[in-house]
């Protein structure tokens, strides 16, 4: 598989969640974990592979590197590249430098860089609206990456925000999160299975990239919920009326959002359902799990699975998640 090295600018909402569904994803598609370095909303992984931007979440744009400098050696770089390669059309050139990180100070202003790159250029023309080519200097530390817009990130998700589907219900995440919670489990195909599933809003997304969908709700109102909205999205899904607790979990990976709080049915106390649905058997080999994050860690009993990563996502004042990466043990 032919790799390039690319820049992940991540979003400042959450660059640890955009951080892992990269690193999740390409560690799949290479069958190893991939040689990655973070500086605050930058992700630099080596041998990255091309398409994920249209997956993404927690992302806003995903660029080619073309080389690396430091603030020393950059204008001998920039000279010694023949851009003609690289540049097609007209372009723009920017600067980035990475959020929330100590930079180091490069004394080039964005059309100073522009006009070294004019120069380079048999036939240049420059567009600062609307670009055949973005180029931009990405700043992570003492390190400058020299690099091609190659992705926007879709942002298309706020058409999908419950309140605009045929059956709303308030329980149901918001789509950015769901979406960032199926890369979580590294899949790039095979079936994902929500048992419970409410009004679909983890399916909606796993079936928009691509896999097979599996839902289960103990609420028959759920599930003709569901149904209309995967309907509204063209998705077909295998749904059912069951007890995630009691019933069938075939799939390559669940991604869940374990039910709390008064939108939802509890009949038992959170711990206790966390617990009982961990222990359950199941042929998946991945989990991602949302559990309140008023659930303290020490209450959870793992059994099979291993915790390989978590997180805290806010939700709103009263309410934040946690995040449960899980792998089969
Ligand atoms: C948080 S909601 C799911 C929201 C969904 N993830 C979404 O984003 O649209 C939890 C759902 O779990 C269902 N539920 C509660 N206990 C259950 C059980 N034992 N088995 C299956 N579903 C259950 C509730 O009826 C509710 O629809």
Not at 187 to 215: H, R, V
Not at 272 to 298: C, G, H, W, Y
């Amino acid at each position: 598989m032919k790799t390039d090295s690319r820049i992940y600018l991540l979003s400042l909402d959450h660059p640890e969640i955009g951080a892992e569904e990269v690193v999740a994803l390409t560690r799949t598609a290479l069958g190893k974990p991939p040689s990655c370095f973070q500086a605050g909303d930058l992700l630099m992984v080596q041998d990255s592979v091309s398409g994920l931007g249209q997956r993404l979440a927690y992302a806003k744009a995903v660029c080619k590197v073309v080389a690396e400098a430091t603030p020393e050696t950059l204008a001998a770089s920039i000279k010694g590249i023949d851009w003609n390669r690289h540049i097609k059309g007209s372009f723009k050139a920017e600067i980035r430098r990475a959020r929330n990180y100590m930079n180091a100070p490069v004394e080039l202003s964005e059309s100073e860089l522009g006009a070294m790159l004019y120069e380079n250029l048999e036939s240049p023309s420059v567009s600062l609206e609307n670009p055949d080519t973005t180029f931009t200097l990405f700043v992570a530390g003492e390190k400058l990456f020299l690099s091609l817009l190659e992705e926007k990130v879709p942002t298309d998700f706020m058409q999908r925000r419950p309140h605009l589907r045929p059956v709303m219900h308030p329980s149901s995440i918001h789509p950015r999160l769901a979406r960032a919670c199926v890369n979580l489990t590294g899949l790039l195909s095979g079936t994902i299975m929500d048992p419970f599933c409410g009004t679909g809003g983890i399916l909606i997304e796993a079936g928009l990239l691509g896999f097979s969908i599996k839902g289960c709700d103990i609420k028959h109102r759920m599930i003709e919920a569901c149904e209309k909205n995967l309907n509204h999205y063209n998705l077909k899904a295998e749904l059912f009326v069951g007890d995630a607790l009691a019933a069938e979990l075939n799939a390559d990976a669940i991604v869940t959002d374990i039910p709390y709080g008064r939108n939802t049915t509890l009949t038992m106390d959170a711990a206790e359902l966390v617990n009982s649905f961990l222990s359950r058997e199941t042929t998946a080999k991945r989990m991602v799990l949302m559990i309140p994050d008023t659930l303290q860690p020490e209450k959870i009993r793992y059994g099979n699975w291993l915790l390989e990563k978590q997180f805290t996502h806010y939700i709103h004042k009263s309410l934040s998640k946690r995040i449960l990466v899980l792998k089969k043990n």
